[in-house]
């Protein structure tokens, strides 16, 4: 007697799991004040795939990619990850007989760290705050690692082709497959690139008026590059997964037809909003997507098809986004008042308490004896240069001084040729504790709603603010303003 195969339906191993995650429509958190938005807002779950994240599309192109060019099991794989590139490596790995070696930033979540050692996976831990060309940051460590390590390969996702074109391969044609290209937006946290870049290609394609659109954390680069073309101070966030403090070739920024900026509490909050309202369980990442989503649906208020990408699984930040002790620590919930925002320092900084103060600026084409004068009759040491309302920069008195004692500038030469980048941008929401990292490093701080300058900030500003406030005891101090953060933002 034969007996039947009830096993015809299996898989022959997880691996084979990956992809052919569901779109999902979003209810309950588009609606505001009791209104819902114009545009009707989708997301695709790849926070379901077997290792938790769409990194598992990454590492298996990755992966087949490094056998076609000759990586044997037994040999190891090295990687820089926040978390979700080296639990996906790690998975194939355990399957395919690989050793796997993970450098990760010391702001991961402890779920993490542990969910890679969990695979088998060595786990090496880096300073999160220093440059991202520092020989201890985990870029450099793990490029290091693998040279040192025989018979390796370097994953190397900020660079390598393979990752956006996991994404052009995978990703893409599914989500068309599942839509058939009903959809006028393509909204996407900004990392590596891969996703943006990978999808963003493979749409134009398709339909070269669907809308690509990128959403970046207060602190990252990629937002004032993209409105401004200046490469500003980064500084560090809490938000992981999105973001960067450099430039990977990964990323296609080519592609963007728009870009979003959102904050951390933003992230935050909506991260705990999807799973509380919608049951969808994501990471920090998917709840910036979906916020940013937002802002740009309510920007344009017409009636659309917005589809965004969620990323990872909430599971890795139990101990953080879902713990309202770190929330309420870092002070992220409403109960927790902490020393205010930028807009508080603006009121302050106002006649009468009153945010009203007057922008003073120059126009790129000023002369530089118009901002001189400017800078005299202000009693100020620095100028925004603005050009139609959009920031092009800031020049400030030393500037003008050293290109005036080294002969390179005229008082007759424009200002626009003086301009720097060595400012940071912040929002009016931005928190106190945040700024002050932010003034650490950068010179001042520009303050922008959208596209429009609304302040500036230096160092003194923050510490009038600070002196007006009533005593504050030590322990009523925040611990983050007991020490400057470093300028460094950093995700997978």
């Given at each position: 007697m034969?007996?039947?195969?009830?096993?015809?339906?299996?898989?022959?191993?997880?691996?084979?799991?990956?992809g052919?995650?569901?779109?999902?429509?979003?209810?309950?958190?588009t609606?505001?004040n009791?209104?819902?938005?114009?545009?009707?807002?989708?997301v695709?779950?790849?926070?379901l795939?077997?290792?938790?994240s769409?990194k598992?599309?990454?590492?298996?192109?990755l992966?087949r990619?490094?056998?076609?060019n000759?990586?044997?099991p037994g040999?190891?794989?090295?990687?820089?990850?926040s978390?979700?590139?080296?639990?996906?490596?790690a998975l194939l790995?355990?399957?395919?007989?690989?050793?796997?070696?993970?450098?990760?930033?010391?702001?991961?979540s402890?779920?993490k760290?542990?969910?890679?050692?969990?695979?088998?996976?060595r786990?090496?831990v880096?300073?999160?705050?220093?440059?991202?060309d520092?020989?201890?940051?985990?870029?450099?460590?793990?490029?290091?690692?693998?040279?040192?390590?025989?018979?390796?390969f370097?994953?190397?996702?900020y660079?390598?082709p393979?990752?956006?074109?996991?994404h052009?391969l995978?990703?893409?044609?599914e989500?068309?497959?599942?839509t058939?290209?009903?959809?006028d937006?393509?909204v996407?946290?900004?990392?590596?690139?891969g996703?943006?870049?990978?999808?963003?290609k493979?749409?134009?394609?398709?339909?070269?008026n669907?809308?690509?659109?990128?959403?970046?954390?207060?602190g990252?680069?990629?937002y004032?590059?993209?409105?401004?073309?200046?490469?500003?101070?980064?500084?560090?966030y809490k938000?992981?997964g999105?973001?960067?403090?450099?430039f990977?070739?990964t990323m296609?920024?080519?592609i963007?037809?728009?870009?979003?900026?959102?904050d951390d509490?933003?992230?935050?909050?909506?991260?705990?909003?999807l799973?509380?309202?919608?049951?969808?369980f994501v990471?920090?990442?998917?709840?910036a997507?979906v916020?940013?989503?937002i802002?740009?649906?309510?920007?344009?208020?017409k009636?659309?098809k917005?589809?965004?990408?969620?990323?990872?699984?909430?599971?890795?930040?139990?101990?953080?986004?879902?713990?309202?002790?770190?929330?309420?620590?870092?002070?992220f919930?409403?109960?927790?008042?902490?020393l205010?925002?930028?807009?508080?320092?603006?009121a302050a900084?106002?006649?009468?308490?009153?945010?009203t103060?007057?922008?003073?600026?120059?126009?790129?084409?000023s002369?530089?004896?118009e901002?001189?004068?400017?800078l005299k009759?202000?009693?100020?040491s620095?100028?925004?240069?603005?050009?139609?309302?959009?920031l092009?920069?800031?020049?400030?008195?030393?500037d003008i001084?050293?290109?005036?004692?080294g002969?390179?500038k005229?008082?007759?030469?424009?200002?626009?040729?003086?301009?720097?980048s060595?400012?940071a941008?912040?929002t009016?929401?931005?928190?106190?504790?945040?700024?002050?990292?932010v003034?650490?490093d950068?010179?001042?701080a520009i303050?922008?709603?959208?596209?429009?300058?609304s302040?500036?900030l230096?160092?003194?500003?923050l510490?009038?603010?600070?002196?007006?406030?009533?005593a504050?005891?030590?322990?009523?101090?925040?611990s983050?303003?007991?020490?400057?953060?470093?300028?460094?933002?950093?995700?997978?």
């Open positions: 034969t007996t039947p195969d009830l096993m015809q339906g299996a898989l022959n191993s997880i691996t084979d799991a990956v052919n995650t569901p779109i999902v429509k979003l209810h309950k958190v609606v505001e009791g209104k819902p938005l114009a545009a009707d807002i989708y695709k779950c790849e926070f795939n077997p290792g938790g769409h598992d599309r990454l590492a298996a192109n992966l990619r490094a056998e076609e000759g990586l044997k040999g190891t794989i090295v990687e820089a990850t978390g979700n590139t080296g639990a996906s490596l790995a355990a399957v395919r007989g690989y050793k796997c070696i993970f450098v990760m930033p010391d702001k991961m402890f779920e760290i542990a969910t890679l050692r969990a695979y088998g996976a786990v090496v880096c300073p999160t705050a220093v440059e991202a520092d020989p201890r940051s985990y870029y450099k460590v793990s490029r290091r690692l693998a040279d040192e390590t025989p018979n390796s370097y994953a190397n996702q660079h390598n393979a990752n956006p074109e996991a052009y995978s990703s893409a044609p989500i068309w497959k599942q058939g290209g009903d959809f937006a393509f996407a946290g900004m990392g590596t690139g996703t943006i870049s990978g999808c963003g493979y749409f134009k394609e398709k339909n070269p669907i809308q690509v659109v990128g959403v970046d954390p207060v990252s680069l990629y004032d590059f993209v409105k401004t073309g200046r490469v500003t101070k980064p500084f560090s938000v992981e999105i973001g960067e403090d450099f990977p070739t296609n920024l080519g963007l037809d728009d870009i979003v900026r959102v509490k933003e992230c935050f909050t909506m991260t705990r909003d799973t509380r309202q919608e049951g969808l990471g920090g990442s998917g709840g997507a916020a940013g989503a802002k740009y649906a309510r920007a344009r208020n009636k659309e917005i589809l965004v990408f969620l990323c990872d699984a909430g599971q890795k930040y139990v101990s953080k986004i879902f713990n309202d002790d770190w929330m309420r620590e870092n002070g919930l409403d109960e927790a008042p902490g205010g925002t930028v807009a508080d320092i603006l900084k106002a006649t009468g308490g009153k945010d103060h007057e922008i003073v600026s120059v126009a790129p084409n002369k530089v004896r901002a001189i004068q400017i009759s202000m009693s100020i620095q100028l925004p240069v603005l050009e139609n309302g959009r092009r920069g800031i020049v400030a008195e030393v001084l050293r290109h005036l004692v002969g390179t005229t008082l007759d030469s424009s200002i626009g040729e003086l301009a720097e060595d400012y941008t912040v009016r929401d931005t928190k106190i504790e945040l700024l002050n990292g003034l650490a950068a010179k001042v303050v922008q709603d959208g596209d429009r300058v302040g500036i230096t160092k003194i500003d510490i009038d603010f600070l002196a007006r406030r009533p504050a005891t030590p322990a009523s101090v925040p983050s303003m007991l020490r400057a953060a470093a300028p460094v933002g950093d995700v997978e």
